[in-house]
C-alpha cells in the first residue's frame, strides 16, 4: 500500500507536467493559427488591390474615349481659376493649382475614372489615378509641345499615361 501511494505521489506532479506541455502547446498552436490567419488576410487585401488597380489601368488605357478625356482636361486647365482648390492634397511635385476632384466643375469623364488628385502644373493637367504601392494616372498637356516624364506612354498627341508598374494588356 505504501508502494501505490508512492507511485500515485509521483505520477500526479508527471500527468500537471504533461498538462501543462499540452495547454503551452495548445495555445502557442492557436496563436500560430491566429497569425497565419492574419498573414492570409494581409496578402489577400493586398493581392485584391493588385488586381483592382490592374483592372482601373485597363479602363483607362483600353475603355475611355482618350480624345474626351483631353478636351475634358483642357476645359479643367480654362477653368483653373473658377475651380475649388484642394487644400488637403499633398504632394511632392510644385503645383501651380491643385483641383479637388468632389469639385462639381470637374467633368463628368475625369470623375468617373476617380481621382486621388488632379494638379496643373506647367502646362499640364496632371491626374492621380493610384496610389500607395502603385502609382499611375494620366498626364494632359494643354500649353504647346508635351515633355512627358520617363516611362509615360502616349495614348494620343498631348495625352500621356504613367505607371510605376507595367502597363497592363488588354
Known amino acids: 500500500m505504501t508502494q501505490e501511494l508512492s507511485q500515485s505521489e509521483n505520477t500526479t ?12 502547446a495548445g495555445i502557442v498552436f492557436a ?3 491566429v497569425a497565419a490567419a492574419r498573414i492570409v488576410s494581409v496578402i489577400s487585401v493586398v493581392f485584391g488591390a493588385k488586381v483592382e488597380m490592374r483592372e482601373r489601368k485597363r479602363a483607362v488605357l483600353y475603355q475611355t474615349n482618350h480624345a474626351a478625356l483631353l ?5 479643367l486647365w480654362n477653368k483653373r481659376l473658377t475651380l475649388h482648390a484642394d487644400r488637403a492634397s499633398a504632394t511632392s511635385q510644385p503645383v501651380d493649382f491643385a483641383i479637388d476632384p468632389s469639385d ?4 463628368p469623364i475625369i470623375r468617373s475614372l476617380n ?18 504601392f502603385d502609382h499611375f494616372g494620366i498626364d494632359a ?4 509641345a508635351p515633355t512627358p516624364d520617363i516611362g509615360e506612354t502616349q495614348l494620343i498627341p498631348g495625352l500621356w499615361f504613367y505607371s510605376e508598374d507595367m502597363v ?3
Open 141 to 144: 498637356f494643354v500649353n504647346g
Open 13 to 24: 506532479p508527471l500527468r500537471q507536467r504533461r498538462r501543462l506541455r499540452l495547454l503551452i
Open 115 to 132: 481621382p486621388n488628385g488632379m494638379y496643373i502644373h506647367e502646362g499640364r493637367v496632371h491626374i492621380d489615378l493610384g496610389g500607395g
Open 31 to 33: 496563436v500560430l493559427l
Open 168 to 170: 497592363p494588356g488588354r
Open 104 to 107: 462639381p466643375a470637374v467633368p
Open 71 to 75: 478636351a475634358a482636361c483642357a476645359d
